[in-house]
Every structure is written in C-alpha cells, then in structure tokens.
C-alpha cells in the first residue's frame, strides 16, 4: 500500500478518497526559535490522520498553521487542490475547517444549544436587516439550523445538558460541547486539539467512540494531535510523528510502531 | 428628626399621590436615558471587553451632528440618516484605527485608547459645530411637543408629549435590540465574541466586522438617545456627564446584563428624583441627584460584587 499514490483501503475496508490537505515543506519560527521545521504530510479525505509527538514537539503549533491562527514563515498549505493564500482563522472556518482547542474554549456564559448553535454561523446567511427585523428568510434559517444542531446534541448524548451555561459543565462534558460546535459547522476537515487531554478512562473511550462514529457516520476528515499514544493507534489510519518541530515518522500506526527513531524519541536513548 | 427621615416623607406621599406620579415619571424618563447609555456601554464590553468612556461624548457627537446637518439645509430626515451614516464612519474608523492595532492588549489600554476617543471628540466636534448650545430640531423631526394633562384622583400630572414619545422609542429600540442579540446569527456571535475572541474565530466570527457592527449600534442607541436628551435640555457639551450617570447604572446592573442595564437605569432614574423632592431638598438643601446614584451603588455592591443583576461566572478549578 502506498498511501501517496491517493486513494487506499483502511485495514478495517474503510475506502479512502485522494488528497484533501497537503502541507509542503512548513517552517514556523517564533523569533529565534523554531517550532516547526521544513515538515511536509498529507491528509487524505475520509481518513482519521493523527500527530503525535512528545511534548513542546510542535503539534498545536501545526495544527494552529492548518487552522491560520498561526502563518508559516516557509512552505505552503494546499487545501482542496488549491493554494491557500494567508489566511483569517474565521475565513479558514469559512472554507470547511472546524476546530477544537487543547484548552476548551466555549462561550462559558452561553447554554449548550447556543454555543452549538454558533457553530453552524457559516451556514446561516440571511442578511443582517432580515435577521433584524426577523422577516423573510431569516426565521425558517433559524429553523432549519435548529434541526441539525438537534441532530448533533442527539448523536453526541448532550441532550440533558442543552439549556445548560456550558461555564457550570465539568470538564469531559465541556469537551464534548466543543466538539459538537465543531461538528454543527458540517466541516470538511475536523482539527481536535488533544481531544482526550485531562480525561479518565471511561470518557477517553467515550470519546474515542465518538471519534469514530463521526469518521463513519458523516465521513468527515479528521486530524487531531493526541501525546496518548494508546488511543492514537487505536484510533487513526495514518500517523505523522514529531519531535522537536521536525518530523521524525510517517505511516500506519504499526509502521510508526516499529519505527526505530519514533521508539527513541518516545522512550529516550541511551547515549 | 426621625419623623423627618421615616415618617413625613411617607405621609406627603400619600396626602398627594398626583405629585407622586409625576415625580415618578419625570425619574423614570431620565432613568430611560440613563439605561440607554448604560445599554451602549454593555453592548460594547460584552463584544470585546472595552469599557467604552466615550459613549458620553459619542451621545454629544451624534446629537450635534444631527443639529448641525440640520442647520446646513438638509431636511430634518436626511439629516438623521446622515447623521447615521456619520455614526457608521465613526464605528468604521474606530475599529480601523484604534482597536485593531490595539487586538491583544490588556484592558487597561484599550480604555485609556477610548478616553483618547472621548478627547478628540471633544475636540473634533467643536472645531466643525463651535462650542455653544444648540436646540435640538425636536418640531422638525415630528416629535410632538405638547403636553397631556391627566387628573388621577383629582390631583393634576402633566405628561409632556415629548417625554411620552421618548419612552416609546426607547422601548422600542431596547425590545429590537434584545430581539436582535437573543435570536440572530449576528446576535449569537456578538454574545459569543465578549465570551472568547479564539473560539469565536474559530467558528468563523470575524472580529473586524462585529466590532464595527457593535460600536455603530452603539452609536445608533447614542443618537436615540442624544436626540431625547437634546429635547429637554439642548445640545451641549455638558450633556457629556450623564454619560457618568451611566456608571453606578452599571454597578447596579452589571456590566454583561442587558436588562439590568434597563432596570439598573430605570431604578436610578426614578430613586433619585424620589429621594431628591422627599429627603433631599426638605433635609439636604437639594442637588443631591448628582451624588446619590453613586452612594445607592455603593451600598449595593457591599451586598453584591457583581451588581444585582450581573452573570456570575462560576470558574472551575
């Protein structure tokens, strides 16, 4: 199998469609320090593509550049076929790319079915005199946005916590509202920052679940950076590692198992 | 003395409660004005977390302008939607000029930044308008100025129509905007924008846009409300200072609540003028409505930090 060729069949006979997103030869410095370091990889459509790395290897800081928080000094981001130019994060939200953030970040004073409800914002485009005076186009939006919101609190199991300020939900459920806001965007390409980060056991599988099931069920791409490395292999058909913002491996997970300089970079080595 | 304090005050009430209610609606059409201002500044914190000192001046600026306008031989009309036009630039320019470079800062400086605005206002408007008082083109704009006489209970209260008028577009303005905020797309990420810029960005706010957004709105709200304030006392600089009212509003109401801004400035509104004609001017010797708002705050913030009505924020650890 080589997975550069474009499409591919998945272990478990999941069909893999061609290249949706191609970093080339990324470098990211902040000053005098580099984060990220001449890497290139790809991300397939369909498929579930992890980064992986010990810490401070530079994964947020690639996952900031896909999602345009972050602009490389050097290299190219290729999106759909196309060269992405510079851009906002809310204008790469606007393309299809949705995100989840290593530190939670919701609207705390707002319930779970608003903060999902921001989540479908690129959807909604009645103008803004129409919304104002609530006429025309604008209230049936509202509705039909309801209905898929609806949908995702159901398929994410949230919907005892809908009318809830998401400032009062613990942790694992916050994640999982953050989550849901990235899904109601129907993104392309779905980013989770260390999506079972601070979690135990039991919701880490919860998630992981979830992971899954949103991969099979809307067959959305998804690539999401984890330091758990158990999960990862469970979860993902490709793995990139990196260490020390260079890229150390890349392949299924066994490959990146047997590989002898991801094992050092994980276990240490003997000098 | 205590009869004078608990007891006499009480007792005019009721001897005559025609003055009653007059006393009453002439607090609550200056509390009205007060939560206007007090609206303005909410909106603007909850986008972006700037405590905006300028929408006192930016009450001044739009009701100026408007007269101005006026004055170079626009219909009245035009003149407002001209006046509107002025308040968009003026967003425009603010977020363009001041708040972008500013993104990022601590909040601190973005206010001294709005204490800039609030000074070349200041400036900016005399040089175009001149610095004297002007009368606000109350007739021009249909606002009726006569007056409602009523006789509850065989007393006599006067209601201005002016005064009726204010009080109806107010509401108005406050249930379209409450609509707005609490049912839109561009409600939902202005409410979303105050609560993490990262997050909102992230689902595809643009900062630039809602910010020019709230701060016309803001400017909107200042035009309703220097057009009201202007028609009972002219357009002058010195109007800038009940843009200081709005302050112990906001303790009271809170920074984030919308509607504790309304019942925060109805609620000062009317207890200063009660406490003014009661206790103030039989026992004090009068003018006590420049300070008591402030002493009435804080008294309520000993009892509650977050005003009466402000969200609580529960962090967790």
Redo the contacts between chains.
């Keep these: 199998m080589n997975a550069l060729a474009g499409n591919y069949t998945t272990a478990d006979g999941r069909k893999i469609g061609g290249v949706m997103m191609e970093m080339k030869n990324i470098t990211l410095k902040f000053g005098g320090v580099t984060a990220i370091s001449d890497i290139s990889f790809d991300i397939h459509e369909g498929e579930i593509r992890a980064i992986i790395g010990p810490n401070g290897a530079g994964k947020s800081s690639m996952l900031n550049v896909i999602s345009g928080f972050y602009h490389p000094q050097e290299g190219e981001v290729w999106f759909r076929g196309k060269k992405r130019p510079p851009m906002k994060p809310y204008e790469v939200a606007r393309q299809g790319v949705a995100r989840t953030f290593q530190n939670i970040a919701l609207f705390d004073g707002m319930s779970t079915l608003d903060n999902i409800m921001t989540g479908r914002l690129t959807h909604m485009k009645a103008p803004m005199w129409r919304q104002a005076l609530w006429w025309g186009g604008a209230e049936a939006e509202e509705v039909v946005n309801r209905r898929q919101v609806e949908k995702i609190i159901d398929f994410l199991e949230i919907q005892h916590i809908r009318k809830t300020p998401v400032g009062r939900l613990p942790y694992g459920l916050k994640k999982r509202v953050e989550l849901a806001r990235a899904l109601a965007a129907e993104p392309k390409l779905l980013l989770l920052d260390e999506p079972m980060a601070g979690m135990n056991v039991e919701e880490k599988e919860d998630m992981s679940r979830f992971i899954l099931d949103v991969n099979d069920e809307f067959g959305t791409t998804i690539a999401l950076i984890e330091h758990d490395m158990g999960v990862v292999m469970d979860l993902s058909d490709r793995v990139v590692v990196m260490d020390y913002g260079r890229k150390i491996g890349d392949g299924t997970p066994d490959e990146v198992r047997k590989n002898q300089d991801v094992i050092d970079a994980y276990l240490g080595v003997e000098h | 003395m205590l009869n004078d304090i608990f007891i006499a005050p009480f007792a005019d009430m009721i001897a005559a409660p025609d003055f009653l209610l007059q006393v009453l609606w002439e607090g609550l059409v200056s509390g009205i004005l007060y939560a206007l201002i007090a609206l303005g500044l909410v909106l603007i914190f909850r986008s972006s977390r700037i405590f905006n000192f300028a929408q006192g001046i930016m009450v001044v600026f739009a009701a100026l302008t408007l007269v101005g306008l006026y004055q170079m031989g626009l219909p009245a009309w035009v003149s407002v939607a001209a006046t509107l036009a002025v308040m968009f630039a003026l967003a425009w320019s603010i977020e363009r000029v001041v708040l972008r470079p500013l993104v990022g800062q601590p909040d601190i400086i973005l206010f001294m930044a709005t204490i800039g605005i609030t000074l070349f206002l200041i400036g900016f408007g005399e040089i175009i308008f001149g610095g004297e008082t002007k009368q606000m083109i109350t007739a021009e704009l249909g606002i009726p100025t006569g007056s409602i006489t009523l006789e509850p209970w065989g007393g006599l209260l006067i209601l201005e129509e002016k005064d009726i008028t204010i009080v109806i577009v107010a509401g108005l303005l406050v249930a379209?905007l409450l609509?707005?905020l609490g049912?839109?797309?561009?409600?939902?990420?202005i409410?979303?924008l105050?609560?993490?810029h990262?997050?909102?960005?992230?689902?595809?706010?643009?900062?630039q846009t809602i910010w020019v957004?709230v701060w016309f709105i803001a400017g909107m709200i200042a035009l309703v409300t220097g057009v009201a304030w202007g028609a009972r006392a002219g357009v002058s600089f010195a109007l800038e200072v009940i843009a200081y009212k709005a302050l112990p509003v906001l303790m009271l109401g809170g920074l984030?609540s919308i509607s504790g801004a309304i019942i925060g400035g109805l609620m000062i509104g009317m207890l200063e003028k009660l406490f003014e004609i009661y206790w103030g001017q039989p026992l004090l010797g009068g003018n006590t409505e420049t300070w008591f708002a402030f002493v009435l705050a804080l008294i309520v913030l000993l009892f509650r930090p977050q005003g009466l009505f402000g969200?609580k924020?529960?962090?967790?650890v």
């Design positions: 379209g609509a707005f049912k839109t797309r561009m409600g939902r990420a409410r979303a105050g609560d993490d990262q997050a909102a960005m992230s689902v595809g706010i643009s900062l957004l984030e969200e924020i529960i962090e967790r």
